[in-house]
């Protein structure tokens, strides 16, 4: 038995170790997680293959200016391993990554197919390989123009080009200017139009339909760093001994630092309060308090996104009554809220209404959902 328990802790210290390898030998040729890219644009070539441009900012398509003479020299880098390249069947990974002291690192991986293909033509049957061929080139920008956007001052600025190829040799097809051409077309109409692609979620570019991207310009989600966005959410809290409905309507400030990962939320919003009760007559009536209420939140960004909620946050709100109906309410009431707790777009709020410098103090709770 104690033989078998020291067989199966070896195996897994043993899968943990090739699995750390692992990830650090693919961490080696991707941009670091710390790198913000902020466009991403697509470029259809001829014959089904593709072409993906990520940039840092869309001034480092500077760096790109001689991109012939770039996959020129990736090509003469690669000559050496033709001969591990010649199965036909097999699709191919090459990664090739360039720092910024012009070191070159590569790694070449083939896939075998999940299953067979065939192809019959004049009653011959021929293996037919289905999965297209990738080539990554990534490079560090070395002397960096100035950056368009807010983005780091420390970090390395990087581009990341993906080749999707029918087959690897065909990318010296492109060195022939046209690669560069849909490069400069993007440097000088980037900020036109860029219709929505019917059926789909991408935008193109209307000077040249080849040249696409997820949203106008070749932004990605969350790359406008600072944004202000309109909240609608309902509400429900206690007061004394009323359940009191209410919802907010107002606006949030998003303001991220340079690296994104950091985020300040100022926001302001219209509250009305409603509360349900019978007058002097017995008749059931409703009576809305409207609060202006300020809220500021602050903390961690995750994947670089300002979009997404706080990875840790410090949440507070502070209300004033600014309309009053019925004697429910005390004149100059506020109600202040902290410790929110949130699950997607749930949230519990511990809160307190006061009056005259905290006199009158009413705790209560409200949940609210977000829209």
Known sequence: MKKTICF????????????AQSNKSDKAFEV????VINRRFWISLDKGN?????????????????IDRLLQTFITDIAPLKDSLGDPLTSKRIDYFVDGQGRKKIRLQQFQPKGASFLINKGELASLRTEQDTIHIIGVISNPPKAQQKISRTNDRYYHLTFYLNNLNELSGYINGAVKEKLTTIKNFENTKWPLILGGGDHYLKKDRSISGGAPRGFVPGAHGDFLVLNFMVNIQNYKNYFVPSFSLGAKLALTNRDRTFKWEPGLFWEPHFIFAKDAQNKLQTYR????????????IPDHDPRKDFTFSAVVSLGYLIHREGDYFDKQTFRFGAGRFAIRKTSIEPSMYFNNFFRGVTPGIRISQYF
Do not use: R
């Open 8 to 19: 199966l802790m070896l195996a897994i210290s043993i899968t943990a170790d090739l699995c």
């Open 32 to 35: 670091p997680e710390n790198i």
């Open 50 to 66: 593709k072409m993906q441009v990520e940039l840092t900012d869309i001034n480092d398509l500077e760096a790109l200016a001689d």
């Open 289 to 300: 308090n409207d609060f202006l209420t300020f809220t500021y939140g602050q903390g961690g």
